[in-house]
């Protein structure tokens, strides 16, 4: 009794001075962080079924039935979400849209200002029917004009050049299978840098988004590939080159596409026309990759993009994403399997691709395979260069942040002792006091 007797007056004194002191006002430290939106579950095995895959919510506008090639992926570039595929994973020679990758992956190495001399050796090699920028050994180069070669004339003279720059045919081909790895791209297989049809080289409308995707993460990358005309030097003189993605230029009877960004288109005689293609419209950007159209002429990859892109920009928000770009998590083993090349810094947000040149002729090509020129690298980050929006979730709030609220939460342990033990007091006191007047001492 005496000791439940204690306990009460303790609370009741402890109670009685604690709503003598004033509340103390939310710090910082006390305010707890707003929980981050619980992720959407998105089966990834849901791309590797065959057919088309969309989950339309009732008011999603329906995937275009003209789309005729066999693999095709609309993603969204910012989140990675996948709003529609077609065989995603379904594995096809990819022609010049590998040069994404070996921009991704050769791009960051070399100062886009430096000059090189080249040599005969670097140009051996070179596929019969290969498209050409019409670089020759013993002129001298900057890597940003080789670059144009690249993306704007899918020049294989001009990535066996930086290929030899950056360590050679053999070694370029392993760096690029190491980044296809680290970006969770699974389906390819680099037997040549360059594109041109080579025996096992495959990859895949899945892999080929992966490496728009990240890419774009890089200005430099989306300089290159939105630049419509630029002038490639020749010794004394230059001549100047267009763009062979006809969605950027708006030539050849195809209209140019609002808000294209690029990223690169190719075409072999075993792989037939591929694309990978970006557009920013208001505060979205998508990226679609189309393999191998079955109808139409040369010309039908683009408007089968451009009506994948218009469908995107109207299901975006009204479907359901049936995958993600971003990589799958790799076994310890695969991290250790060998050494990627550095990564492409960030792009600062707002900056915007590089003006165009003048106007200009048609750059020699050598033949059938017209290439491109690619990046990669792409983690759920925003697109870089393009300012697209939603950053990253906030992290989990501190310790301190996460503490029990209330009117007292934030007290010093130490004040509430002290206030229980002057309770404690106030009562030993009492019982004191009514005892003398009880013995009458």
């Known amino acids: 009794m005496i000791v439940t007797s ?18 103390p006002v939310a ?32 008011d999603a506008p ?33 022609a010049s849209t590998l040069k994404t990758l070996f921009a991704v992956t050769a791009l960051p190495r070399l100062p886009h200002e430096q000059r090189h001399t080249v040599i005969e050796r670097e140009l051996e090699g070179i596929g019969a029917g290969s498209s050409l920028v019409g670089v020759q050994a013993g002129y001298t180069y900057k890597v940003s004009d080789l670059w144009n070669g690249v993306f704007l004339s899918s020049g294989n003279d001009a990535v066996h050049v930086l290929a030899a720059m950056n360590g050679g045919w053999e070694s370029v081909s392993r760096q690029m299978q190491a980044k296809a790895k680290a970006l969770g791209a699974r389906d390819t297989r680099v037997v040549s840098p360059d594109g041109y049809d080579a025996p096992g080289q495959v990859s895949s409308a899945y892999d080929l988004a992966v490496f728009g995707r990240a890419g774009l993460q890089d200005p430099a990358f989306v300089r290159y590939c939105s630049t419509r005309y630029a002038q ?27 808000g294209i960004i690029g990223v690169k288109n190719g075409y072999t005689s075993g792989a037939g026309n591929t694309l990978i293609a970006a557009a920013r419209r208001g505060a979205r950007t998508l990226v679609v990759s189309v393999m191998n159209p079955q109808r139409g002429g040369g010309l ?77 690298e792409a983690p759920p980050a925003r697109v870089a260069a393009l300012d697209a929006p939603g950053a990253e979730a906030p992290s ?21 002792g002290s206030a229980l033990a002057a309770a404690l007091t106030l009562w030993v006191w009492r019982r004191r006091t009514g005892r003398r007047d009880e013995t009458g001492a």
């Open 62 to 94: 329906d995937v275009p039935s003209s789309v005729s090639a066999l693999s095709w992926v609309v993603a969204d570039a910012g989140s990675g979400e996948v709003l529609a595929a077609h065989d995603a994973h379904r594995r096809l020679p990819p």
């Open 232 to 258: 490639f030097p020749s010794g004394s003189w230059s001549y100047g080159i267009r763009n062979t993605n006809r969605l950027v230029t708006g030539e050849d009877g195809v209209e140019r596409y609002p």
């Open 396 to 416: 989990e709030a501190p310790w301190s942040a996460a503490a029990p609220a209330g009117p007292w939460a934030g007290l010093p342990p130490a004040l509430v």
């Open 27 to 58: 710090s910082a430290s006390s305010v707890a962080e707003p929980t981050p939106p619980a992720k959407r579950f998105v089966d990834p095995t849901r791309l590797y079924r065959s057919g088309t895959q969309v989950q339309p919510l009732s």
């Open 300 to 376: 039908s990859v683009y408007e089968e993009a451009r009506s994948l892109l218009d469908w995107g920009f109207e299901a975006a928000g009204h479907v359901r994403p049936v995958g993600s770009l971003g990589p799958a998590p790799a076994k310890e083993a695969e991290k250790k399997a060998a050494p990627l090349p550095p990564r492409p810094a960030k792009a600062a947000a707002g900056a915007t691709p590089a003006a165009a040149g003048p106007e200009a002729s048609t750059s020699p090509t050598g033949g059938a395979t017209a290439s491109a020129a690619g990046s990669v």
């Open 6 to 23: 204690a306990v009460r007056h303790a609370v009741v004194g402890a109670t009685a001075l604690l709503l003598a002191l004033p509340a």
